[in-house]
T-cell receptor
Framework: DAGVTQSPTHLIKTRGQQVTLRCSPKSGHDTVSWYQQALGQGPQFIFQ???????QRGNFPDRFSGHQFPNYSSELNVNALLLGDSALYLCASSLGRAGSVGYEQYFGPGTRLTVT | QKEVEQNSGPLSVPEGAIASLNCTYS??????FFWYRQYSGKSPELIMSIYSNGDKEDGRFTAQLNKASQYVSLLIRDSQPSDSATYLCAAWGYSSASKIIFGSGTRLSIRP
């Protein structure tokens, strides 16, 4: 049973550049959520995709955008990178929308983004 | 006030003892609660979920929920050095819609 996968593992970008991170959900899951985790903090919700639509967004600027494909995989795009965007970016997959019984989310290994 | 609060630690517990991790939440409408374990440099791993008041046991782990007090805890029995990690408490309720709210985590250290 394939778990959540993310690519790339590590990424170094320069301020002002753009980056695309990728996620494939756990087999059987149809919902993907993206989180940003700064050092020493809990994951902060960026947005969630279900049925190829953004269902909810956290307190992140429009520089953060995403997409979900028909096979449920997802991308996170960040434009005009700032030094403060350096963090671990986590993708979590789940089955169905919030409100489903349980609503457990399973995380991928993450992408460590460093902006210089 | 943070929505999900945890003591940052570090919490130091001798090997073989019971580690007790605590979490409080502010949204009284929260319905689902989760404990994740995160090793340094790794992603969070779901270890327990709890939805009803009372205790839920899974191996050496016991999650406890008290909705009246808005309090969640995780007990780890017979603590092992491999339990040394950061433990994240998370909550979900209809008011938060799609997102799960995470605490900042408690760092647990098991000393031999």
């Amino acid at each position: 049973d394939a778990g959540v996968t993310q690519s790339p593992t590590h990424l170094i970008k320069t301020r002002g550049q753009q980056v695309t991170l990728r996620c494939s959900p756990k087999s059987g899951h149809d919902t993907v959520s993206w989180y940003q985790q700064a050092l020493g903090q809990g994951p902060q919700f960026i947005f969630q995709y279900y049925e190829e639509e953004e269902r909810q967004r956290g307190n992140f600027p429009d520089r953060f955008s995403g997409h979900q494909f028909p096979n449920y995989s997802s991308e996170l795009n960040v434009n005009a990178l700032l030094l403060g965007d350096s963090a671990l970016y986590l993708c979590a997959s789940s089955l169905g929308r919030a409100g489903s019984v349980g609503y457990e989310q399973y995380f991928g290994p993450g992408t460590r983004l460093t902006v210089t | 006030q943070k929505e999900v609060e945890q003591n940052s630690g570090p919490l130091s517990v001798p090997e073989g003892a019971i580690a007790s991790l605590n979490c409080t939440y502010s949204d009284r409408g929260s319905q689902s609660f989760f404990w994740y374990r995160q090793y340094s440099g790794k992603s969070p791993e779901l270890i327990m979920s709890i939805y009803s008041n009372g205790d839920k046991e899974d191996g050496r782990f016991t999650a406890q929920l008290n909705k009246a007090s808005q309090y969640v805890s995780l007990l780890i029995r017979d603590s092992q050095p491999s339990d040394s990690a950061t433990y994240l408490c998370a909550a979900w309720g209809y008011s938060s819609a799609s997102k799960i709210i995470f605490g900042s985590g408690t760092r647990l250290s098991i000393r031999p």
